[in-house]
């Protein structure tokens, strides 16, 4: 799996979009972007993934750049529940494992 | 998406002894992966275990410290052996989906002492 960077922390208020970015700049073609989170206490919940498309469900927006060297994981309305660990992963499907970073602490204030 | 419980979901275990952890799915699922979380540390990958096969450790685990076992497409172990406070972790099972997404237990939380 490529190496992924992400911040270390961030804040966002209630109600307003979070946006964490993650650079993967040495991204290979066949390897996707996941993200998942983790709320304290809890296994991790998937939340997203795509390949060169951006792509949106129930939970959040995934926007990847043109040349996918980096992506930004888009929460629309942040509640307090948001508060959580995001890991951005680059997976490689071939290769059939995880490789999870330190991820980024995302802490939703009021 | 899949359905994931592990047992138990907590525990507290002398130094020298072992512990099994059972993790099962409500579907059958190929893959199916171990994970060790130390406090305040980001997830580390034990290993892959595939029914019908011997699992596939990442470096720095071992089998004889870590032996896993895949009896079916729907269940795993993974026992803790001869344990040492260095042990004290999360440990979570988790499972392939469709798109590769990966679904993860709840976790059991161990602690050594």
New interface residues.
């Given amino acids: 799996d490529a190496k992924t960077t992400q911040p270390t922390s961030m804040d966002c208020a209630e109600g307003r979009a979070a946006n964490l970015p993650c650079n993967h700049s040495t991204i290979s073609g066949n390897e ?1 972007v ?1 993200w ?1 989170r983790q709320i304290h206490s ?5 939340i997203i ?1 795509g390949l060169k498309n951006n792509e949106t469900n129930e939970m959040a927006s995934l926007i990847i750049t043109e040349d996918r060297k980096s992506s930004t994981l888009i929460l629309p309305h942040a509640t307090l529940r948001d508060t959580a660990v995001y ?1 951005c992963i680059a ?1 490689n ?1 071939n290769a ?8 980024t602490t995302l802490t939703v204030k009021p | ?1 899949a359905v ?1 419980s592990q047992k138990p979901s907590r525990d507290i275990c002398q130094r020298g002894t072992s512990l099994t952890i059972q993790c099962q799915v409500d579907s059958q699922v190929t ?1 199916m ?1 171990w ?1 060790r979380q130390q406090p305040g540390q ?4 034990i290993a ?1 275990a595939n029914q019908g096969s011997e699992a596939t450790y990442e470096s720095g685990f071992v089998i004889d410290k870590f032996p896993i076992s895949r009896p079916n497409l729907t269940f795993s172990t993974l026992t803790v052996s001869n344990m040492s406070p260095e042990d004290s972790s999360i440990y ?1 099972c ?1 499972v ?2 469709q ?9 059991t939380r161990l602690t050594v002492t």
Wanted: proline share 5%.
């Fill in positions: 996707y996941y998942y809890q296994g991790p919940q998937y993934h890991y997976y499907t059939g494992k995880s490789t999870f970073g330190d991820g | 998406s994931i893959m992966f994970y980001s997830l580390t990958l892959t979570l988790s392939s989906g798109g590769y997404e990966q679904y993860f237990g709840p976790g």
